[in-house]
């Protein structure tokens, strides 16, 4: 199985920072709504296992919509589908992250509302579809705003080797070295040490990335520590979520690794830290 886990990497790690570094906005914008979809529906099939029927559809569209109006806000060019103007670079911006999750757990309500379900399976619904949208396709979302910001290319390098570094530290280190249990009721194979070596290699790569960010080494290890333990943090909360529902994986799609979700639930919580500290921090 490691050697599956090494190979599915090996693959897949130039393929991403292949595509971070030579594709247009537009092309990551769709990657991210790619992923963003296929985690959605492993984080649906995860809550049906548990009891509850969310609105996948309906949420799928929204994440689509939030993932365009985080391309347009990272500064976008104008976008055509279909032959109509989709986004107008230059033009005002009336939709908001904000307006549309607004807009969007509205849409939901009156989606479950309207809908032929039994009523007791409403609240179930509603709140699975939002939390889909709050803990998956909104703090991933960002990764556009990333990419989009200067010098975003080298951002977001940062942030996938960061949170991939510090997992295969973790991996290698727990196997070898763990002893003391972090988390047994959540995930019975996550240990301290692990823990520690993940943090270490995500500092481990902000003292690589120092030679080309223009940013203080100090504050470089410091978004580095920050984004691990929030994406330790997203990782152990998924692992909550599947232990509630009895599953092991959210699905099979990347071998050695589980499903979409398995892989990236570290990068979901970490990138809201880089966008941060990119927006809020360096831009000052």
């Not at 500064?75 to 055509?80: E, H, V, Y």
């Not at 919580?269 to 941060?276: K, N």
Request: net charge positive.
């Amino acid at each position: 199985m490691t050697g599956v886990r090494v190979l599915t990497a090996v693959v897949l790690a130039p393929a991403v920072a292949a595509a971070v570094w030579w594709a247009p906005l537009w092309v990551v914008a769709a990657l991210v709504a790619l992923v963003i979809a296929l985690s959605l529906q492993e984080f649906f099939a995860i809550g049906e296992k548990a009891g509850l029927r969310g609105y996948l559809a309906g949420t799928a569209i929204c994440a689509l919509g939030l993932a365009m109006v985080q391309y347009e806000q990272a500064g976008a060019q104008s976008l055509s589908l279909f032959g109509m103007t989709v986004l107008k670079s230059g033009a005002p911006s009336y939709v908001t992250v904000e307006n549309l999750l607004l807009g969007s757990v509205l849409g939901l309500a009156v989606l479950a509302a309207a809908s032929r379900r039994p009523v007791s399976e409403a609240l179930g619904g509603v709140s699975l579809s939002a939390a889909g949208l709050l803990v998956v396709a909104l703090p991933l979302s960002y990764l556009i705003r990333v990419q989009g910001a200067e010098n975003g290319r080298l951002w977001t390098l940062f942030t996938v080797c960061l949170i991939w570094a510090g997992d295969s530290l973790a991996y290698f280190v727990g196997r070898s070295f763990g002893r003391l249990k972090m988390a047994p009721q959540i995930s019975p194979n996550k240990t301290w040490e692990g823990a520690l070596g993940n943090v270490a290699g995500s500092l481990l790569v902000a003292g690589v990335f120092a030679r080309w960010l223009d940013a203080p080494l100090g504050q470089l290890l410091g978004v580095a520590a920050v984004a691990n333990l929030a994406g330790q943090a997203g990782d152990l909360l998924e692992s909550a979520y599947k232990r509630s529902a009895g599953v092991k994986d959210s699905g099979a799609v990347l071998p050695g690794h589980g499903g979409m979700l398995d892989r990236i639930d570290a990068l979901i919580f970490a990138t809201p830290v880089v966008w941060v500290y990119v927006t809020y921090v360096i831009a000052l």
